[in-house]
C-alpha cells in the first residue's frame, strides 16, 4: 500500500508538555507528517526522549527543537514565543501542559487550587496570548487545547482539575470567536483514560472502576488523541472551530 502523503510539511508546531504522554505523542505525529515542531518541557533536557523519537522517524519527518519553558510563568512563556516566532509563523498551537493535584473537596486546599489552575488554565491562557496576535497577523492557524472529560462531567476527588478543565472550554469558545475572521481556528480535545504517568500511578481499584465504565473496555493511548489533534490541524478541519472533541472510547455518551 503506497503510504498517505504527509499533511503538514512546511508547517511549524508549538506542543507543550512534550517530554512524554500526550504531548509526546502529539509532537511525533506531527512531524511524521513533516512539521517542524517545538516542545516545551519544564525541565532542560526534559524532552530529549521526545526529539530522539522524532530523530528516529523516516525521511520526510520535521525537525524536533526543545524549549525549557513554565507555561504558569509568563517571563517563560514570553521567551518561548521568541524563540518560536524567531524561526518563521506558528502554525499550530497545541496546549497540553497539565497536572493533576486529586483531592476530595473538604481536603483540598487552596494551593491544590491555585496549582492546578495555575499550569492548566492560566497556563493556556498565557501561551494562547503569546502567540494569538502572530497567528492573527499571519491570517490563519490552528490552536488546539487539550482539556478533558472531566471538565464536562466533573469528578470525585478532582474539584480543581475539572474546573481548569471546564475553564478551557470557555477560553477556547472565546478564542474561536475573537479570531474566527482572521483564520485561526481553536478547539478542545477532551480525552477519557489514556495510559501515561498521569494515569499509571492510579490505585488498581480505581483503574478497574474507570475501565468498565468505557464501552471499549480498555484504556486509549496517547497516539490515539494524537491523531485527533493532527486531524483539527489538517485541511480535512477547515470548518471546525469552537468545538470539544471527546475522545474517551463511549465513557461519557
Ligand atoms: P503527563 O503527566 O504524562 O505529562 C504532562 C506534561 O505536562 C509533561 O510533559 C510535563 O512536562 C508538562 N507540564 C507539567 N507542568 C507544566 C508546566 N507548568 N509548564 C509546562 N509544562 C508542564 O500527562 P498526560 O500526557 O497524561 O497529559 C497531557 C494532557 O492531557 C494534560 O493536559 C492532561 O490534563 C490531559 N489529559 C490526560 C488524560 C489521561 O488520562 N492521561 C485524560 C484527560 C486529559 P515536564 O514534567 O517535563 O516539565
Known sequence: MAASTPRFPGKTAVVTGASRGIGRAIAVALAAEGARVFCTSTKAGGCDATLAAIAALPAGAGEAHAVTCDVGDAASVEQL??????AGNVDFLINNAGVTRDGLFLRMGADDFDAVLQTNLRGTFLVCKAFARAMAKARGGRIVSIGSVVGLTGNSGQ?????SKAGLIGLSKSLAQEFAGRGVLCNVVAPGFITTDMTV?????VQAAMQQRIPLERPGSPEEIAGVVA????????YITGQTLVVDGGMTM
Not at 514565543?81 to 524567531?86: N, P, W
Not at 500511578?201 to 481499584?205: M, R
Request: proline content about 4%; charged content about 15%.
Open 201 to 205: 500511578d492510579l490505585p488498581a481499584d
Open 231 to 238: 486531524f483539527l490541524c489538517s485541511d480535512a478541519a477547515s
Open 81 to 86: 514565543a521568541k524563540t518560536a516566532l524567531a
Open 159 to 163: 474539584a480543581n482539575y475539572a474546573a
